[in-house]
């Protein structure tokens, strides 16, 4: 099965757990982290993150549900992105 | 500072900051990257609201690393932005895959009975020191020739050429010290280029092994002894020094350098080494002394942090 990629970036106020929060939230859905960024700016939570996905359109559309749910119970700010499909790649 | 390192799969991430969350622990900084099939993750974690002590969050990062199957390196500030200058590895079941004791018992027929003195001396029954000297014995009458040959087929871990090449572009003085036999220790450590090898010294008399052994036995305190002597010719302190080992033998060494690392450990390493390696690919371990760019960059910010403040 072809791999697919999402781009994730979030931001919003630091506290302990969002990195957890949303890994799990990858790892729930069988997504892979291939690369991850994350810093603390006056105490914001500024994290980028590449995701590979086993799987079709439909998985990449869980992937993303499932992680902009998650985003919005941490209280942050979450976009999630096909590299693809925005013609970055 | 906490260091993971082992093979790619989902779940790392999650796993290791989970636990990081469940102890109120603050990541401010992280980076991780796969490249081919090793994960490489450094976190820069404040422990400022943390309630339990040091230890506690030491002890539960490595339970979680070890049921993930990661390697895990935790340091603090003062620990990871120490120079290191000198690694010292164990060569049986660290640098070795499997025990070259019984490989040259194979060789010499006498399989079954080393075999038995080593079960002897796993339960006690007879000393570390006992058993290597009743072991030798039995290998009495084994010409040199065939001991180099089990000596040009052992096998390193994977890894380890990749390791000790990199370790000494980089400067690092490299030390194998074993209780293992010199004959093969010397050609395993002239494969792979490292500049000191320690072992215990087999008698060889008229092209064949006595079953005696040359001066004292490589125990605990000797191990430490060596590396203490050789870091000292070189003005290099020992918590500059990073140890890797598997076993008890090793447990002296890895206690008292900066970075002691256990290496697929037994028990009593596990809890006692500041960085577990549960993988069998020394780059695993390179990765958790720093190597490769993600440790470097966030050791860097830390340092310029440092002197702007």
């Known amino acids: ?34 690369d991850l960024d994350e810093v603390v700016m006056k105490g914001v939570f500024v994290m980028n993150l590449l995701i590979s996905l086993e799987g ?18 941490l209280g942050l700010r979450v976009e999630v992105h096909d590299p693809k499909e925005e013609g970055w790649v | 500072m906490v260091t ?20 109120n622990a ?15 993750m450094v976190l820069l974690v404040d422990l400022a609201e943390v309630k339990v002590p040091f230890k506690v969050v030491e002890d539960v990062l490595k339970e979680r690393g070890n049921e993930i199957g ?20 164990d060569a049986d079941g660290t640098l070795i895959n499997g025990e070259v004791i019984d490989e040259l018992a194979k060789e010499a027929g ?57 370790l000494r572009s980089a400067g690092f003085i490299t030390v194998l010290i074993t209780g293992g036999f010199d004959i093969i220790a010397e050609e395993v450590g002239r494969k792979l280029g490292f500049d000191y090898v320690f072992a215990n010294r087999l008698v060889v008399k008229d092209g064949v092994l ?37 076993g008890a033998n090793d447990l002296l060494i890895i206690k008292n350098v900066g970075l002691g690392i256990g290496f697929n450990p ?8 500041k960085a577990l390696v549960g993988i069998k690919d020394m780059r695993a371990v390179l990765a958790l002394m720093g190597f490769g760019q993600l440790k470097r960059d966030i050791e860097a910010k830390v340092k310029q942090s440092n002197a702007n403040s």
Do not use: W
């Open chain 2, 110 to 166: 006498v399989e079954k009975e080393v075999k038995e003195i080593t079960r002897k001396a796993m339960e006690g029954e007879i000393s570390f020191k006992e058993a290597l000297k009743m072991r030798t014995a039995l290998l009495k009458g084994l010409p040199i020739d065939r001991v180099k040959k089990v000596a040009n087929r052992i096998k390193v871990v994977p890894g380890a050429q990749e390791m000790i090449s990199t």
């Open chain 1, 56 to 73: 079709d359109q439909r998985s990449f559309e869980e992937l993303r549900n499932h992680i902009l749910e998650k985003g919005k119970e």
């Open chain 1, 1 to 34: 099965m072809a791999k697919k990629y999402a781009l994730i970036v979030a931001l919003g106020k630091d506290r302990p757990g969002l990195i957890a929060g949303l890994a799990s939230a990858v790892a729930e859905v069988g997504g892979n982290i291939e």
């Open chain 2, 210 to 246: 006595t079953g005696e052994v040359e001066g004292g036995i490589m125990d605990p305190e000797d191990k430490l002894r060596v590396l203490k002597e050789v870091a000292e010719k070189h003005g290099i302190k020992l918590e500059e020094c990073v140890a890797i080992g598997d």
């Open chain 2, 70 to 89: 990661v390697g895990v390196s935790i340091e603090t500030e003062d620990g990871f932005l120490k120079e290191r200058r000198l690694v010292a590895f």
């Open chain 2, 4 to 23: 993971v390192a082992g093979f790619d799969r989902p779940g790392i991430v999650a796993g290791i900051t989970e636990a990081l969350a469940s102890l």
């Open chain 2, 26 to 40: 603050n990541i401010v900084k992280a980076r991780a990257s796969s490249l081919l099939n090793l994960f490489v």
């Open chain 2, 266 to 273: 037994k028990r009593v390493v596990k809890e006692q080494a």
